[in-house]
């Protein structure tokens, strides 16, 4: 299979971050909206006796409202970034993602576990969302992607999807990922709520983090020359911050929970 032009593809943005005002009608309504309702005269229609300080007071806390701080759900409402041209919809129902179905081979690197907790944001509540499809792909230790690159062509390691249970959870075993020129090391994800609904986004990885992995073995062939940090990476940029993993270590294991939340 012809090898894909990464730099042309895996940059173009079809996501992007959503402003306060978005967010606030994502979540059903606004805390500006709930705090007017409780002005004087906003609970009833103004009276033909209503004072001026009354209707003063109503109008400076409405004001006040606006200008008041959003307060958001426990759960976050993550970016959307590009899906980019290596997803394949192999259908591979499993939560060990690191072998090749065909062959069994497990692709070599630093072992990571990735849980994912998917809520439903409705107003300031979530919700713990099951039923949804957690689709997973990357690159390996070497930066190659399976079933795509030709030298993956026809293998399906690193990817496969889980689907979350009464806690919202989706657990995967995998590898963490290498590197490929043009791109800060990360990880792609598709949430599928319903059959024809679905959120699409990529996690990211602290780069001093990825330079000490980097000079373990498999990854040490490669080495860190050319490798691109968070900072240069346009589409880590849309991110805000917000998809950036907390990995922990224990022993020879990486691991890493990521909350998420969905607009209903």
């Known amino acids: 299979m012809k090898q894909k032009n990464r730099l042309d593809n895996d940059d173009a943005q079809v996501g992007r ?11 059903g309504g606004s805390s500006a909206a709930l705090l007017a309702a409780c002005a004087p005269g906003a ?23 606006s200008s008041a701080p959003t307060v958001l759900p426990s759960c976050i409402v993550r970016p959307a970034l590009t899906e980019g041209p290596y997803f394949v919809d ?9 072998s090749d179905p ?39 230790a070497l930066g190659v992607y399976s079933d795509v690159d030709r030298s ?4 399906k390691f690193l990817r496969g999807y889980q689907t979350t249970d009464a806690s919202g959870s989706a657990r995967f075993t995998t590898v963490y990922p290498g590197w ?22 990529q996690l990211f990885f602290d ?13 040490s062939q490669k080495g860190t020359q050319g490798i691109t940090r968070n900072a ?7 991110s805000g911050g917000k998809l950036t993993l907390n990995v922990t270590k224990s022993g020879d294991t990486y691991a890493a929970t990521f909350d998420i939340g969905l607009a209903s």
Not at 17 to 27: F, P, Q, Y
Not at 105 to 131: E, H, I, M, W, Y
């Open 207 to 219: 780069d001093a983090l990825s330079t000490q992995v980097f000079a373990q073995t498999p990854y």
């Open 43 to 65: 609970l009833t229609s103004a009276s033909p006796t209503a004072t001026a300080q009354q209707t003063s007071a109503a109008a400076t806390a409405a004001a006040a409202a």
């Open 102 to 140: 065909g062959t069994g081979a497990v692709r070599p690197g630093a072992l990571l576990t990735l849980n994912f907790l998917v809520s439903r944001v409705s107003g300031s509540a979530c919700t713990a969302l099951s039923g949804a499809v957690v689709d997973v792909w990357h690159c390996d």
């Open 152 to 155: 993956g062509a026809g293998q």
């Open 180 to 201: 490929y020129q043009g791109r800060a090391v990360h990880i792609h994800f598709k949430i599928r709520p319903t059959s024809s609904s679905e959120f699409t986004s």
């Open 232 to 238: 240069a990476d346009g589409i880590f940029q849309q």
């Open 17 to 27: 971050i959503l402003s306060r005002r978005e967010v606030l009608a994502l979540l």
């Open 90 to 98: 192999e259908k591979l129902d499993r939560s060990d993602i690191r």
